[in-house]
């Protein structure tokens, strides 16, 4: 089941109050969690040599942790490689002060391609421990 999407943009910084009010507790323990929508969209110099394959407006979203590319869309495995470690990070809500916020260009892993993935945040989804996972809630703090 993938949690429906909301277009509602969200403060970014997690001491916010409505970041705070998910991260609640107390003995009605919340096991909600969030974590944005990620579309990761091809940016290439007009006019320059691609390496990789790729094409300028190709992209990839992520929601939770499924990947989907359009269909008859590829990319390439080591385009992909470059992005992949930072994408459950860009997820989560960080402050306005961690360049995981601001950054979101990612050069092409090879040096003599000057394309870009570029990543943006979408909507946010609220995911709930119980559904994402086996483990019991109380049991992770210990």
């Known amino acids: 089941m993938v949690p429906s999407l909301s277009r509602e943009r969200l403060p970014t910084d997690i001491s916010s109050p409505s970041i705070q009010s998910v991260m609640t507790s107390d003995s009605t323990l919340d096991d909600a969690f969030q974590l944005y929508g990620l579309r990761v969209e091809v940016v290439c110099p007009p006019g320059q040599r691609i390496m990789c394959g790729a094409k300028e407006g190709d992209y990839?979203?992520?929601?939770?942790?499924?990947?989907?590319?359009?269909?008859?869309?590829?990319?390439?495995?080591?385009?992909?490689?470059?992005?992949?470690?930072?994408?459950?990070?860009?997820?989560?809500?960080?402050?306005?002060?961690?360049?995981?916020?601001?950054?979101?260009?990612?050069?092409?892993?090879?040096?003599?391609?000057?394309?870009?993935?570029?990543?943006?945040?979408?909507?946010?989804?609220?995911?709930?421990?119980s559904e994402t996972t086996a483990v019991p809630l109380s049991s992770a703090n210990t």
């Open 60 to 129: 990839f979203t992520l929601q939770g942790e499924m990947l989907y590319l359009p269909p008859g869309q590829g990319i390439s495995i080591y385009s992909l490689s470059s992005v992949l470690p930072l994408l459950p990070a860009k997820q989560r809500v960080t402050s306005r002060n961690d360049w995981m916020s601001t950054d979101a260009l990612i050069a092409c892993p090879d040096p003599c391609c000057p394309s870009q993935l570029k990543i943006i945040r979408e909507g946010i989804r609220t995911f709930r421990h």
